[in-house]
Each structure stands twice: as structure tokens, then as C-alpha cells.
Nanobody, 123 residues
């Protein structure tokens, strides 16, 4: 069992930066692929980024490539999402999730979810 808690969301102006953190409980954190998803009001949850257990491989949605960076520190049981050059369309609730398999972009592939953290990008 893995419990996930996101933090670091907030209100930022367009062009600004935020770093989200996701702290995991459980001794098996390092075995999981970790993903970030987001959900805007009235829209489906969408994939943002994912990183495999070792950190050696990662994947990004086209909409965030070159602006967002996913990383993890297995010693701290934490995964991060560094977001730069933020745009209003990045607004939404950001969730981290744990997947016992390889990198997946579909929410249904993930086994555990955090409660989410709100990111709002103003114009």
C-alpha cells in the first residue's frame, strides 16, 4: 500500500514557476513508476508526466515538454514536478499517482492516487 500527499500548488502569474512535491508512505516507493496528472474543471483527467522507479526513464505530455521536469528522490520517498513558463491552460488540480508497472499515460493504469493540489495560473 502506498499513500500519496501532494503539496506546492498555488496561484502564479503566467510565465511563472512552481514546484510540486508528492510525498509517499510505504517502504516500496522505489518500486513504483510515479505519474503526474491534472484535471481542469469540466475536463477529464489528463496525463502530464511520469518517471520510472530508477529515474532513468521519463515521459511527458506534448503540452508540457520543455517546460516541466519530473524527478524523484527515492531516499526521501518523494517525486517532484518542476513547472516553468506556466500558462493559463496549465490551471487545474494536479495529482500524483503510483503505478506498479512501466510508464503509462492512462489514469486507469495507476494503483494509488493522492488527493491533489490546486494550481492556478493567472493572465
Amino acid at each position: 500500500q502506498v499513500q500519496l500527499v501532494e503539496s506546492g500548488g498555488g496561484l502564479v502569474q503566467a510565465g511563472g514557476s512552481l514546484r510540486l512535491s508528492c510525498a509517499a508512505s510505504g517502504r516500496t516507493f522505489s518500486r513504483y513508476t510515479m505519474g503526474w496528472f491534472r484535471q481542469a474543471p469540466g475536463k477529464e483527467r489528463e496525463f502530464v508526466a511520469a518517471i520510472i522507479w530508477s529515474g532513468a526513464s521519463y515521459h511527458y505530455a506534448d503540452s508540457v515538454k520543455g517546460r516541466f521536469t519530473v524527478s524523484r528522490d527515492n531516499a526521501k520517498n518523494t517525486v517532484y514536478l518542476q513547472m516553468t513558463s506556466l500558462k493559463p491552460e496549465d490551471t487545474g488540480v494536479y495529482y500524483c499517482a503510483a503505478d506498479s508497472g512501466w510508464v503509462h499515460t492512462t489514469p486507469g493504469s495507476y494503483d494509488y492516487w493522492g488527493q491533489g493540489t490546486q494550481v492556478t495560473v493567472s493572465t
